[in-house]
């Protein structure tokens, strides 16, 4: 019987705990990703975000993908993106536009595929 409060007292610790932690998810906001600072940045409407490997955070334009190359670098484009069979990233033509591989590795992509970059990728404001 002496155990019960600290039971009690454990478990109400607990759901504090987790309350707390969902708060602050809640609060950041989906696709929202913590810079080398610990701040949170958040992408345009129907954009994403990631970190490059220094911390600095790079987005998608609204609809458009985001994936790190093989030098961990955001590269962006005008729809999903996706990696071939030899690691190069490419993104559909088209915003909001899908991007898959076929039987044979190669890139599918609505409106054809162009090759992702850096330079399409925002920087947010925050």
Same mark, same amino acid.
């Given at each position: 019987?002496?155990?019960?409060?600290?039971?009690?007292?454990?478990?109400?610790?607990?759901?504090?705990?987790?309350?707390?932690?969902?708060?602050?998810?809640?609060?950041?906001?989906?696709?929202?990703?913590?810079?080398?600072?610990?701040?949170?940045?958040?992408?345009?409407?129907?954009?994403?975000?990631?970190? $490059? &490997? /220094? @911390?600095?955070?790079? +987005?998608?334009?609204?609809?458009?993908?985001?994936? =790190?190359?093989?030098?961990?670098? !955001? #590269?962006?484009?005008?729809?999903?993106?996706?990696?071939?069979?030899?690691?190069?990233?490419?993104?559909?033509?088209?915003?909001?536009?899908?991007?898959?591989? $076929? &039987? /044979? @590795?190669?890139?599918? +992509?609505?409106?054809?595929?162009?090759?992702?970059? =850096?330079?399409?990728?925002?920087? !947010? #404001?925050?």
């Amino acid at each position: 019987m002496k155990t019960l409060p600290r039971m009690t007292l454990f478990a109400a610790t607990l759901l504090t705990v987790f309350a707390t932690i969902g708060a602050v998810q809640a609060q950041q906001g989906r696709g929202c990703v913590n810079d080398r600072y610990g701040n949170p940045q958040c992408p345009p409407p129907g954009g994403y975000c990631m970190a $490059n &490997i /220094n @911390g600095d955070i790079r +987005c998608s334009t609204p609809g458009g993908g985001i994936l =790190a190359d093989r030098y961990r670098t !955001p #590269v962006c484009g005008p729809g999903q993106c996706i990696a071939n069979r030899t690691g190069d990233i490419v993104c559909s033509g088209v915003t909001r536009g899908s991007a898959a591989l $076929n &039987i /044979n @590795g190669e890139p599918v +992509c609505t409106g054809g595929c162009v090759a992702a970059s =850096a330079e399409v990728c925002a920087v !947010p #404001v925050p």
